[in-house]
Structure formats: C-alpha cells, structure tokens
C-alpha cells in the first residue's frame, strides 16, 4: 500500500507524529527501539476497516522529536495517553512491540481504566537478557562509537555491500531489514542522543532494568496475547513462557521460525491473529507454535 501521510500534534511543546485511520474501536500500536510507525502501517489496510488504527512515532523516533529529557517508560507511556487525549479516545486496545511492548505495560499500569485489551510482541520487560548489542549502548563512549559506525562513509560502504550481495541473490530477511532501517536512522546526534536515552532507561549492561512480573502476576484482569518469533535473537521466546506461567489465562503465539519481528516475518498470521483477538474471539490458552 501507499504509505499513508502522517498527523503531527504538539504535545508539551514537541512534535509527535502519528497515523490515524479507519473508525471503530481504537488499536494503538506502539513499536520498539529505534523502531518507527513504518513497522505497522503495513496493517492499516488490514485493520481499518473496522478498526481505528492508531500508530504514532514516539518520541525520539521517526519523524517525532527528539528533545533532551525523560526517555523513560512512563514518559512515553504518558505521551501516548496525551495523545489519546488529543484525540477524544478514551479506551483502547494495545499492541506494543519490544520496547513498545514495555510502554504498553507501563500505559496499563498508569492507566488501566483506558485499556480493553494487551498485546505484547517479543516484548521487552518479562526477563533480564537482551542482545549485547543493546547492552553495549548503556557503556561509557557509546555515544562516540556510534557517530562513527553510524556515519555517512560508513553507512555508505555497508549499502554498497549490500547492493552486491543483493546481485547475486542475497535478500535480507525481515529482522534484517528492520534493524538496518533502525541503525540509518542514527546518522544524526539528536537520534543518537535519543537512542542511548532510551536504551539506557531500560537496559544495563547485565541486561534489561525494569522488570513486569512484580505488576504481571494477578493484576491482568484484561484479555492478554503474547506474540514471539521463535528465532529472536534480541529478547528470547522463553521470556513469552515466563509470562504466561505469572499470567495462566494470556494467550501465547510463537511463530516457528520467526525472529523479532513476528509482525513483519508473517504479516497476514499476525493481522489475522490481531483481527480475532481484538474481535473478542475466544483464546486457546495453550501455546501455538504454527509455522
């Protein structure tokens, strides 16, 4: 589909970006880190016509703003409920993926009252490990080592290896593609500086910060889905076991094979995944695995 043009709002002084389609009830999708709404609008079409989709940039990301301050969870979480604000919603269903999934769950936390239902996709915050990569970002120099492998020559050397290897027949896979879309993204300080903020708010170097599980056991009285790829090399798919031992009643959804980006690996499993679960449909309580 066409990429549909985004709304911008003003929210305390900065620019948030966001697509907003369809009528009904509200999905919000929130992606992860250095993720942006491009990572669902392939949905829109999906979704829309009995949905309202809803899919901002955070902030820090895409074509948000990225100010100097609070990149914590609660800061976006309270963002996205400006947001709704701006907007008349009152209550929602949410999607959130890696970090975003980590937003989701503070959102609910914050505000329980405006969420009908959860969806966490290899979310961030039901376990302690996460790439090195990641932890990497929270290490004194961060900020030096990646202007440098995030410069123009060098994003430029690395295209061109991939236009090569592309000629004779290498194709990127979905987390690939992702995650290169995601690492151009910080050529720029203000990205760089947004990404370390962002990364450090909830990663140190033994792994991720913030943990769910103290909120999770017994307090999800909404309908919860878990969506991993059984391949995901950022945030293992053993942390989707672990939440549904805390949480017996979620729903869990493993896609054999998938990294993670489950939602760009199987895009019309996911949507149709997506379509029944906000649709009420009853949840098998036991873990899919179909490929």
């Known amino acids: ?7 911008k709002v ?10 907003d389609s369809g009528s009904g009830p ?31 940039d955070l902030f820090g990301h895409g074509e948000s703003e990225k100010p100097l301050g609070d990149y914590s969870l609660g800061a976006h979480a309270a963002a996205m409920r400006d947001l709704l604000d701006h907007l008349g919603i009152e209550r929602v269903t949410l999607v959130g993926h890696s970090l975003g999934g980590g937003v989701a769950m503070q959102f609910y936390y914050l505000f329980p009252e405006r969420v009908d239902r959860l969806v966490l996709v290899a979310s961030g915050g ?20 990646l202007s440098v492998v995030a410069s123009a020559p ?8 991939g236009r090569g290897a592309s000629r004779v027949g290498w194709r990127p896979g979905a987390d690939l593609g992702a995650i290169w879309r995601g690492f151009r993204s910080l050529a720029d ?5 947004a990404f370390l903020a962002t990364t450090r708010a909830v990663i140190d170097i ?35 076991l672990s939440a549904q031992r805390a ?5 869990v959804e493993v896609f054999e094979g998938a990294g993670h980006f489950p939602h760009l690996e199987d895009p019309d499993r996911f949507a149709t995944l997506l379509r029944e679960f906000v649709a009420g449909g009853s949840p098998d309580q036991e873990t899919t695995t179909e490929g």
């Open 126 to 145: 039901l376990g302690r490990e996460v790439n090195l990569l990641l932890r990497a970002a929270t290490l004194p120099g961060a900020a030096q080592v």
């Open 189 to 193: 300080a203000e990205s760089r500086r």
């Open 206 to 240: 033994g792994g991720q910060s913030i943990s769910a599980h103290d909120h999770l056991e017994g307090a999800l009285p909404i309908p919860l889905l878990i969506v991993w790829g059984s391949r995901d090399r950022m945030i293992p798919a053993s942390h989707a």
């Open 1 to 7: 589909m066409a990429r549909m043009a985004p709304h």
């Open 10 to 19: 003003v929210l305390h002084g900065h620019e948030l970006s966001y697509v």
């Open 26 to 56: 509200v999905v919000l999708f929130i992606h992860g880190i250095l993720g942006s709404q491009r990572q669902w609008t392939h949905l829109v079409d999906e979704l829309d016509d009995d949905q309202r989709v809803l899919v901002p």
């Open 247 to 251: 949480v017996p009643e979620c729903r």
């Open 154 to 161: 060098v994003l430029s050397r690395i295209e061109a290896l």
